[in-house]
T-cell receptor
Framework: DTGVSQDPRHKITKRGQNVTFRCDPI?????LYWYRQTLGQGPEFLTY????????KSRLLSDRFSAERPKGSFSTLEIQRTEQGDSAMYLC????????????FGSGTRLTVV | KNQVEQSPQSLIILEGKNCTLQ??????????LRWYKQDTGRGPVSLTI?????NTKSNGRYTATLDADTKQSSLHITASQLSDSASYIC????????????FGKGNQVVVIP
């Protein structure tokens, strides 16, 4: 197992286009989190899953954002009708339930909306 | 007000010197406090994890301390190397059972030769 994988690493898109990111967590981790990080800021929570259930969504997650984890393994984050303000690093992390130790981040997807 | 505040926001240090980064938090109680290192354009990588009952934790040249009474933590970097140039993020695990984290904005460290 190579940790949390995110794809793509970088994405440049035109305003108004839809984009989809993928996250593959550590296989034995049942929890998966999405964060957004802008320059000079810490990551901001977007949403998290326990297995396939999406248990919490931040108010930052507007109607244009949707996340899925259909089989409780990999997850996708889709942004519809992208705006320039969506430009950020999108981080995925995974952990086990009550995981005081194992909370692992992926390398992120850098989105640039032009 | 952010639940986790870090200082200084940024600092420049000479290679080989030591430095200490500060983290003040308001979350109480909490299950653990973590320090992450984040290289530019990369995801955060865990350096140390401390429960509320631990006072110190080391990982190589990185030593984290925790004072639960004053709600302060520090990260000390010994004999800095150029590769230590990164953002160091203090993270507090919220006690809500969902493993949510409260992040500081990070200390940006630049090590120069």
């Amino acid at each position: 197992d190579t940790g949390v994988s995110q794809d793509p690493r970088h994405k440049i898109t035109k305003r108004g286009q839809n984009v989809t990111f993928r996250c593959d967590p550590i296989s034995e981790h049942n929890r998966l989190y999405w964060y957004r990080q802008t320059l000079g800021q810490g990551p901001e929570f977007l949403t998290y899953f326990q297995n396939e259930a999406q248990l919490e969504k931040s108010r930052l997650l507007s109607d244009r954002f949707s996340a899925e984890r259909p089989k409780g393994s990999f997850s996708t984050l889709e942004i519809q009708r992208t705006e320039q303000g969506d430009s950020a690093m999108y981080l995925c992390a995974s952990s086990v339930t009550g995981g005081a130790g194992g909370y692992t981040f992926g390398s992120g997807t850098r989105l640039t909306v032009v | 007000k952010n639940q986790v505040e870090q200082s200084p926001q940024s600092l420049i240090i000479l290679e080989g010197k030591n430095c200490t980064l500060q983290c003040n938090y308001t979350v109480s109680p909490f299950s653990n406090l973590r320090w992450y290192k984040q290289d530019t354009g990369r995801g955060p990588v865990s350096l140390t994890i401390m429960t509320f009952s631990e006072n110190t934790k080391s990982n190589g040249r990185y030593t984290a301390t925790l004072d639960a009474d004053t709600k302060q933590s520090s990260l000390h970097i010994t004999a800095s190397q150029l590769s230590d140039s990164a953002s160091y993020i203090c993270v507090v695990s919220l006690p809500y059972g969902n493993n949510r984290l409260a992040f500081g904005k990070g200390n940006q460290v630049v090590v120069i030769p």
